[in-house]
């Protein structure tokens, strides 16, 4: 199986930018769709951006569309999230994740992903 292992984060002030990054070992990397998730205390855990096996497909909460980006490169074994503009609620746990498919779509459940980082925080001063 794939691990990951989130690093990126950190403490900035609102409108600045953080990017985050996912290395995943394995050598099936490329057969899972790859979100980032986040969590904020007292909050359920939430989808904030996932691709598509190939990466040719994206998909983004209404929140952060425009700010973020995410992106892979499956000869590095890497995804990574680009956050720009960054507001104090997207103060949390930021998780990368993993979801075994056969297919290149993109997945939005949290039931679909099976493999989980440890989580790295990314806190937004005001």
């Known amino acids: 199986q794939v691990q990951l292992v989130e690093s990126g984060g950190g403490l900035v002030q609102a409108g600045g930018s953080l990017r985050l990054s996912c290395a995943a070992s394995?050598?099936?990397?490329?057969?899972?769709?790859m979100g980032w998730f986040r969590q904020a205390p007292g909050k359920e855990r939430e989808l904030v951006a996932t691709i598509t096996r190939s990466g040719g497909g994206t998909y983004y909460r209404d929140s952060v569309k425009g700010r973020f980006t995410i992106s892979r490169d499956n000869a590095k074994n890497t995804v990574a999230l680009q956050m720009n503009g960054l507001k104090p609620e997207d103060t949390a746990v930021y998780f990368c994740?993993?979801?075994?498919?056969?297919?290149?779509?993109?997945?939005?459940?949290?039931?679909?992903?099976?493999?989980w980082g440890q989580g790295t925080q990314v806190t937004v001063s005001s």
């Open positions: 394995g050598r099936t990397f490329s057969r899972y769709a």
């Open positions: 994740a993993a979801a075994s498919t056969i297919y290149d779509i993109v997945l939005t459940l949290l039931r679909d992903y099976d493999l």
